[in-house]
């Protein structure tokens, strides 16, 4: 799956590999119909859940399991694929104000992540 990943199909793989969002996924349901974007179910989706959890239960096996996902995407061949996970996770915690959520995310993430958060950071000052 590493370089696999395509944009088409980035959620329905996200949901394979982390069945635990799949509730919040179909709750949500309503706001994309058949046409959704895949930066709509993150921003709905995924940021909320990991959100949760780094600040309450940031040793989280599911959070784990995110963070490992979001390193494949960053990864990934396809640069759509890559621009998915710099946006809405990565841009999300380099702008992110709460240090709990930020310090227990950067423990958890990957070299590529962490270097695309670092990147986005240098790019506020």
């Not at 590493?2 to 329905?12: D, G, H, P």
């Amino acid at each position: 799956m590493a370089n696999e990943l395509v944009y088409t199909t980035v959620i329905e793989e996200l949901l394979n590999t982390i069945p635990e969002l799949k509730p919040l996924y179909a709750e949500n349901t309503h706001l994309w119909f058949d046409d959704y974007l895949p930066y709509v179910v993150f921003g709905f989706v995924v940021v909320p859940t990991m959100e949760e959890l780094l600040k309450y239960d940031w040793q989280s096996p599911v959070l784990k399991r995110i963070f490992d996902f979001i390193e494949i995407m960053m990864k990934s061949k396809h640069n759509d694929v890559q621009t998915l996970a710099a946006i809405e996770i990565a841009e999300w915690l380099a702008y992110e104000e709460n240090p709990v959520i930020r310090t227990n995310a950067i423990k958890l993430m990957g070299r590529k992540t962490l270097k695309e958060m670092k990147g986005r950071i240098g790019s506020l000052d």
